[in-house]
């Protein structure tokens, strides 16, 4: 395994994740419960989408004190790259290893829909260049509203930690941009380090011929580009 | 010892529920309601005399488990 992807009570973009990792990107993936140890071989971990702990008190707030969550954080401070997705990013956050908070989306409603988000010149793998002007990958949340004070959201912007904003198309049939009042228009962050993303569309969710497109792939390969360029993948292992 | 604790959404950062509930209770009539905030209230009970050390204990919970304060403010009231 090189890649896990941890399952808390309520996880349930799980097996998504698992199928887009392994079977698309080609890197040998496992699925590890939260009260289990990181596995010390692994060189990747998703935070996968879901209602983790029933998004009980706040979403993530449960989960971040999870048995695993240890080991997360040091696999994070020694520079394991780590990925968030939806719920999976409202964790990261709760747990400190990525700025700001993520609350009830302005027009209280859950939002669910194919959204077009513009990627943003953040590091070497995750820019424009390599991901295109526009992609566009499903929303499927109630509380995706990012909020960070007035200064830390000025560090953020400064250095380059925004990867994703919400964005409309209107030629292209998306007039809609920002769905759910987050400010400046933020979809996905990563830290200062560079190692910890988080975002809250589902990139896992477009990578096959029978979705609405393929544009998670680049998302996925663009947070995996390390171990990619590391060695070769070989087969299931 | 009895805990109260009171989680409140943060002066600064938008309260989307409280504004939609500010806004029926002007379509009520109510027009002069402001600045709702919807927060929420945690109680326990927890063993322990009401010293420095029992306050300390509690603000770690409060501000780690309890509320994130980066969003929201915690106050609580203790009783016998």
Same mark, same amino acid.
């Given at each position: 395994?090189?890649?896990?992807? #941890?399952?808390?009570? %309520? ?34 971990? !998703?935070?996968?989408?879901? +209602? @983790? +702990? $029933?998004?009980?008190? /706040? ?6 004190? @999870?048995? !695993? ?5 040091? +696999?994070?401070?020694? %520079? %394991? ?9 409202q !964790?990261l ?7 700001g908070?993520?609350? /009830? ?19 070497? =793998? =995750? ?7 526009? #992609? ?5 949340? $109630? ?6 004070e ?16 919400y964005a %409309?198309d209107?030629?292209?049939? =998306?007039?809609?941009?920002n769905?759910?009042? @987050? ?6 962050? /990563? ?25 998670? #792939?680049?998302?996925l390969?663009? +947070? ?14 | 010892?009895?805990?109260?604790v ?8 938008? &309260? ?20 709702v ?12 005399? &009401? ?11 409060? &501000? ?17």
């Open positions: 395994m090189r890649v896990a992807i #941890i399952q808390f009570p %309520g996880s349930n973009c799980d097996w998504d994740a698992w199928h887009a990792v392994h079977d698309v990107i080609g890197l040998p993936a496992e699925r590890i419960w939260h009260k289990s140890e990181l596995p010390s071989e692994v060189e990747a971990v !998703i935070v996968p989408g879901g +209602f @983790s +702990f $029933g998004d009980y008190l /706040r979403c993530g707030a449960i989960a971040r004190f @999870s048995p !695993i969550m240890a080991g997360l954080h040091r +696999f994070a401070e020694n %520079g %394991g790259p780590v990925l968030g997705i939806c719920n999976g990013f !964790i956050c709760e747990a400190g290893l990525l700025p908070a993520l609350i /009830r989306n302005s027009g209280l409603e859950f939002r669910c829909l194919t959204q077009c988000l513009e990627p943003v010149d953040s590091t070497e =793998f =995750f820019n424009k260049a390599k991901l295109g002007e526009r #992609i566009y990958l499903p929303i499927a949340h $109630g509380e995706g509203n990012y909020r960070l007035a200064n830390a959201l000025a560090e953020l912007e400064a250095n380059n930690q925004v990867l994703l904003r %409309g209107p030629t292209e049939g =998306f007039p809609y941009g769905p759910n009042g @987050s400010v400046n228009d933020i979809a996905g962050v /990563r830290n200062l380090a560079g190692n910890v993303f988080g975002m809250m569309p589902h990139p896992e969710r477009v990578v096959a011929p029978y979705h609405p497109c393929l544009d998670g #792939i680049g998302v390969k663009a +947070f995996f580009a390390p171990l990619l360029d590391a060695q070769p993948v070989g087969l299931a292992g | 010892m009895k805990v109260i009171y989680v409140s959404p943060k002066a600064t950062v938008l &309260d989307p529920q409280g504004a939609a509930v500010e806004h029926a209770m002007k379509s009520l009539g109510h027009e002069s309601a402001r600045n905030r919807i927060g929420k209230t945690v109680t326990f009970e927890m063993e322990g005399e &009401d010293t420095e050390a029992f306050r300390e204990a509690l603000n770690k919970l409060c &501000d780690g488990l309890l509320s994130n304060p980066i969003i929201e403010d915690f106050r609580y009231e203790i009783e016998e």
